[in-house]
């Protein structure tokens, strides 16, 4: 197991050292450092002199922006080498964001997962119109006959926060591949959170290296996260959130603050909010098997559950890709971990990740920069 802190500029000798590791390297790399010419490197050599096939080498990224740049990328210097051959064959390599990569294995195996074949993708607008119709129609039949503690519900969150807490609690359980289950355990004390997040929110916003719009956000956020404010009104702050290393402190604690409030809505209201939650879920999956769609939790969750179930195509999988490459690694949560864990065999496959936890996006997708932290310790303890 090999962890490299790569620090410098591109195509140094440390770099090269990280092109040339062997087995499961784990590189953790500054902004700026070059970390995707690495990348690029090691996908030209292992083709070109280790004499691996183009299909036999998966490479993951987080937008389509970016595996696009990274196809142009390793194509140029596969021209380079004077490999135009191998060049062509990049049309169809394995290059591609996750939801790309589940896409295509699922379109081969569609009715291993009981999908229909002809499944179109939703993107994010797409899915969060038919979110909101789905919920629209959960919440009429949650409050069809009229009982007290229902319209209660609905009169102290409204229905337009209702949808917000519960929609994100939706995302949030999926995406990290969990059931739809409200769990209650030992709680975070809200007062506590609101406090940690304004000492927070005035330390950016009292920051005058940070950009204009971290320190607006955190003005906001410290003047909504008031002494005494009740937990709905601080129950989703993403429009107030801020990325980068100064901001990394500010993201914690908001997140932790957004995560106390919907425990203490959710400690008196649990079986109702439960009920409501799996209405919702129920609507909405309805409408998208009408409709032949999937949205992006959809795909990772599919292929999660056919790669996890049919050892048969498990192991298909696990045997084509020799070299596993993730870029952008702090942009991952635990069902993307999950699917690569999957598909990477664990005597077979190499597995090569980089990135940045200075450079998460945060909320990305439902990133989990926990994740990459984890990964990296682990990655850190001798084998």
């Not at 997140?255 to 009920?275: F, H, P, T, V, Y």
């Not at 992006?296 to 050892?311: G, V």
């Amino acid at each position: 197991m090999t962890v490299v802190e790569e620090r410098t500029m591109p195509l140094n000798d440390e770099q090269l050292a990280v092109v040339a590791a062997e087995g499961t390297t784990f590189v953790s790399a500054g902004a700026g450092t070059g970390k995707t010419s690495v990348l690029v490197e090691r996908y030209v050599r292992s083709v070109c002199e280790r004499g691996l096939d183009i299909d036999s080498v998966l490479v993951i990224t987080y937008t389509r922006k970016a595996a696009g740049e990274l196809r142009s990328r390793i194509r140029a210097a596969l021209v380079d080498r004077g490999r135009p051959d191998l060049a062509r064959e990049l049309d169809g390599a394995w290059i591609s964001t996750i939801h790309g990569f589940c896409n295509r294995i699922l379109r081969a195996h569609p009715f291993g997962v009981g999908l229909d074949p002809r499944f179109r993708e939703l993107d994010e607008a797409g899915a969060a119109v038919l979110r909101g119709e789905a919920f629209e129609r959960a919440l009429e039949e949650f409050c069809a006959g009229g009982e007290p503690d229902r319209l209660r519900l609905l009169a102290t969150y409204r229905a337009r926060g209702l949808r917000r807490m519960l929609a994100g609690v939706y995302e949030t359980l999926r995406s990290a591949g969990r059931d739809l289950v409200l769990e209650l355990g030992a709680r975070p004390s809200f007062d506590d959170a609101v406090a940690g997040f304004r000492a927070e929110a005035q330390s950016l916003a009292g920051d005058h290296d940070a950009t204009e719009t971290q320190r607006g956000n955190a003005t906001e956020g410290a003047r909504l996260a008031a002494p005494g404010v009740l937990p709905e009104r601080v129950v989703d702050l993403s429009a107030l959130q801020c990325r980068g290393a100064r901001a990394a402190a500010y993201e914690q604690a908001r997140k932790g603050l957004e995560l106390a409030a919907l425990e203490e809505l959710a400690a008196s209201d649990r079986d109702l909010l439960q009920e409501l939650l799996e209405r919702f879920a129920d609507e909405y999956a309805a409408v998208k098997r009408r409709e032949s769609a999937v949205d992006f939790e959809d795909l990772q969750l599919a292929a999660r559950d056919l790669l996890r179930d049919n050892a048969a195509i498990r192991d298909a999988v696990q045997l084509r890709f020799q070299l596993v490459m993730v870029d952008e690694f702090q942009d991952t949560n635990l069902l993307q971990c999950e699917l690569i864990d999957l598909v990477a065999h664990p005597e077979l496959a190499e597995v090569f990740t980089v990135g940045d936890e200075f450079q998460s996006i945060y909320g990305f997708r439902h990133a989990d920069v926990g994740v990459f932290r984890e990964r990296r310790a682990k990655a850190a303890k001798p084998s």
